[in-house]
């Protein structure tokens, strides 16, 4: 097929949109695809990727005339199918979806986050206004959590199933249990330091596990990835007297992650909205108990008590790591099945299958 992707973000930037569409292409490619990308992200010249870029403040990515320059794109590549990749604000690739169904192409929207309730209903008064749920598109979200809000304010008209974020998990399967290190018991949490992350209110989580947990378990903690929040993460430290037991110690490449990973014993993935999880699958690849929000997009891939534990709510998260750090039996088994069950998430093929056949569904809806 002729594929032409529509996304406000792309390469070089390194956000999780990003570099999942970036990711798309290129096994879209390898697959035989005839694969394009239009963006409003400035960056360096790029095979089948078209920069529909404005003088902004700020470089942001969008265009005051996108719907046109999309559409006259259209009109020149005929792809056999649009592919737009939402945030909860992405104006250009809304233009994106507005431009391929005047051109009478296929459309299928890609929906990235989650939806909070103040988003969902700016989506339900754009439904009312201009009436996008019967334009014929077919929706997908990362998560049943993620699709749950949009299948809600779409209604029927709009088709909108779960097809996770594509990963290669190969380098991080871990197959044999981690050395030991003298009872301590090593916490991690990975990803981005901003405020809608709560990345403070994981410090005060970990400060109520070791108030839970007795003083006889040595506990460790490190909290990788920077961000805005990162100076609030550092006061907060040093006012609650952590600094000698939790290390913030900023960004990490892929293999320093996987490093740490396998040294550690347990994960915790707290962000209340979190659409999917990759840093939270990763590090159920590597064999490390995972606890995160039982409403969040890791409830796909971590059940409670099998590969994780899962709270509903910050106290029950406390618990719930609190719990792991203390039972080192319970940690040993959920660390044992993941390391023997390899996740079926993130599975390249049944992703690339899966979008092969929204595809072909939104061809049959234009039809």
């Known amino acids: ?29 390898e697959r035989g695809h005839e694969v394009e990308v239009a963006t409003a992200t400035r960056g360096e010249a790029l095979a089948g990727v078209h920069r529909i870029v404005a003088r902004v403040p700020f470089d942001l990515p969008v265009h005051p005339r996108g719907v046109g320059r999309l559409t006259r794109l259209m009109a020149l590549r005929r792809p056999d199918v649009v592919h737009v990749h939402t945030g909860a604000v992405s104006p250009f690739a809304w233009m994106g979806v507005r431009a391929a169904v005047r051109a009478g192409l296929p459309v299928v929207v890609t929906v990235h986050s989650m939806w909070d309730p103040v988003t969902a209903g700016v989506y339900r008064l754009l439904r009312l206004a201009y009436g996008w749920h019967r334009w014929g598109l077919v929706g997908t979200a990362v998560s049943t959590a993620a699709a749950a ?50 990345p403070v209110r994981l410090l005060e989580l970990l400060r109520r596990v070791r108030a839970g947990v007795p003083a006889s378990v040595p506990l460790r903690a490190t909290v990788i990835g920077d961000g805005p929040a990162r100076g609030s993460m550092e006061r907060y430290l040093a006012r609650h007297g952590m600094t000698g037991w939790v290390s913030l110690p900023g960004r990490y490449t892929r293999e320093q992650i996987a490093k740490v990973l396998a040294s550690a014993d347990v994960f915790v993935a707290p962000a209340p909205r979190e659409s ?46 609190t719990r792991l750090a203390a039972d080192g039996e319970l940690r040993a088994s959920i660390a044992a099945h993941n390391r023997a069950a390899e996740p079926t998430a993130g599975s390249w093929p049944v992703v690339l299958d899966s979008f092969d056949r929204c595809y072909a569904e939104a061809v049959a809806r234009r039809g």
């Open 149 to 198: 809000p949009i299948r809600a304010v779409a209604g029927r008209r709009v088709p909108v199933h779960v097809v996770s974020n594509g990963l290669d998990l190969s380098g991080w399967r871990a197959t044999t249990a981690p050395a030991a290190h003298d009872g301590e018991v090593h916490i991690v949490a990975v990803g981005r330091l901003a405020p809608r992350k709560q």
């Open 276 to 321: 999917f999880g990759i840093a939270a699958l990763e590090a159920r690849a590597a064999g490390l108990p995972v606890v995160a929000r039982a409403q969040s997009g890791v409830a796909d891939f971590v059940r409670h008590g099998r590969e994780g534990l899962l709270g509903r709510s910050f106290a029950e998260l406390v618990a719930c790591v």
């Open 1 to 29: 097929m002729r594929i032409l992707h529509v996304s406000d973000c792309y390469l070089p930037r390194l956000g999780g949109i990003e570099v999942q569409v970036a990711d798309l292409v290129r096994m879209q490619r």
